[in-house]
C-alpha cells in the first residue's frame, strides 16, 4: 500500500524539496533545472524523487527525451509556489534585518554593460569603499526574475511593471549608426537601405531598431548574431554598420558614428535600475544599487 502524505506538509517540511519540484516544472527537464539552480542533474533527480517517495505518487513521468508532470504534479503546483513565495518573502525579511554592508549582491546585466561601464566605471570604488561587498555579475540579454530571486539587482532596457519591484530611469543613451573607420571611407555614397547592415537579434524578442530598419526600407542584414559584443565585433572588423549606444566610441577607438546619410531618429536606449521593494534598503543592497545609478547616470551626462 503507498504511504500517503498530506501534500503541504510534506511540501513544508523541505524547502529545498520544492525548489527543485518546481525547478523541474517550469524547466520541462532535470538537466535544465540543474542549470537553473547551479547544480547537478543527478541531484535533482534524486531530490524529486525523495519528495515523491515522501508523497506517496508521482509528479513526473518520465520519458526518453522529456519529463511531463503526472496529474498530481500539476495539482501541486499552485501549492509549491505558494510555498515559495513564503519562503523567498522570509528571506526578504531577515535580510532586511541586516546593519551591515557586507555580504554578496547578485546583478544581472548585459555584457555590454558589465565590460564598459559597471566594471571599470562602478566596481573599482564601490569595493574600495565597502571591502566586505562581494558582487556576482549574471551577464545575459535575458530578463532575470527578480521576484524569484534569480537576482538581487537588474540592469533593465524597458520599465518594470509597478508591484513587489521598484526601480528607476538611470539614463537615456543616444543611439547612433556605428562603423569602422576604414569601412566608413569605404561606404561614402552608399544610400541608407543598401549599407551592409549587421543586427542584433534574439530568440525571444524583436530588438527595437529592426522596426526603425523597416522605416528606411533596409533589407535583411548581410550579418546577424545573438550577442551585442559581437556585432560591435564584425563592424570594428569593417564588415557592416550597426545601430548601436554613441558611448562605444569611447572605448573602442576603431569605431565611429557614420553620418554620410541622413536618417530619421533613432530612438534613444532607457537604462534602468531594479530591485525587489523588500531588499531596497538592505544596507548592501543599498549601496551596490546607489553606485549603479550613480554610474549610469553618468553616461548620460557625457
Given at each position: 500500500m503507498a504511504r500517503t502524505v498530506a501534500p503541504t506538509s510534506a511540501l513544508l517540511e523541505d524547502w529545498d524539496a520544492v525548489r527543485y519540484f518546481l525547478a523541474v516544472a517550469r524547466e520541462g527537464s532535470f538537466s535544465r533545472a540543474a542549470r537553473a539552480l547551479a547544480t547537478d542533474q543527478s541531484t535533482v533527480s534524486r531530490r524529486v524523487a525523495a519528495l515523491e517517495e515522501a508523497l506517496g505518487r508521482k509528479l513526473f513521468e518520465r520519458g526518453p527525451r522529456a519529463v511531463v508532470q503526472s496529474t498530481f504534479g500539476a495539482q501541486l503546483v499552485e501549492q509549491a509556489l505558494e510555498v515559495e513565495r513564503a519562503m523567498l518573502a522570509l528571506q526578504d525579511r531577515a535580510q532586511a534585518c541586516e546593519g551591515r554592508v557586507s555580504g554578496r549582491v547578485r546583478v544581472a546585466l548585459t555584457e555590454g554593460l558589465a565590460q564598459h561601464v559597471v566594471a571599470p566605471r562602478v566596481l573599482p570604488a564601490?569595493?574600495?569603499?565597502h571591502p566586505e561587498l562581494?558582487?556576482?555579475?549574471?551577464?545575459?540579454?535575458?530578463?532575470?526574475d527578480l521576484a524569484r530571486h534569480e537576482a538581487d539587482i537588474a540592469l533593465r532596457f524597458f520599465r518594470t511593471p509597478r508591484g513587489e519591484l521598484v526601480g528607476q530611469r538611470v539614463a537615456r543613451i543616444e543611439?547612433?549608426?556605428?562603423?569602422?573607420?576604414?569601412?566608413?571611407?569605404?561606404?561614402?555614397?552608399v544610400a541608407a537601405r543598401d549599407l551592409p547592415w549587421v543586427t542584433y537579434v534574439h530568440p525571444s524578442f524583436v530588438a527595437p531598431e529592426r522596426a526603425w530598419l523597416d522605416t528606411i526600407e533596409a533589407p535583411r542584414a548581410i550579418l546577424e548574431c545573438t550577442s551585442v559584443e559581437t556585432q560591435l565585433a564584425l563592424v570594428r572588423a569593417g564588415l557592416g554598420v550597426a545601430v548601436a549606444p554613441r558611448n562605444f566610441v569611447e572605448v573602442m577607438p576603431e569605431l565611429c558614428v557614420f553620418d554620410e546619410v541622413e536618417l530619421p531618429p533613432l530612438p534613444p536606449l532607457e537604462v534602468y535600475v531594479v530591485t525587489r521593494a523588500a531588499i531596497r534598503r538592505v544596507p548592501r543592497v543599498a549601496a551596490v544599487y546607489e553606485a549603479l545609478v550613480a554610474g549610469l547616470r553618468a553616461l548620460e551626462e557625457r
Open positions: 564601490l569595493l574600495e569603499r562581494a558582487i556576482e555579475l549574471l551577464t545575459s540579454d535575458a530578463a532575470v543611439r547612433v549608426l556605428l562603423v569602422s573607420r576604414a569601412a566608413k571611407r569605404r561606404l561614402r555614397g
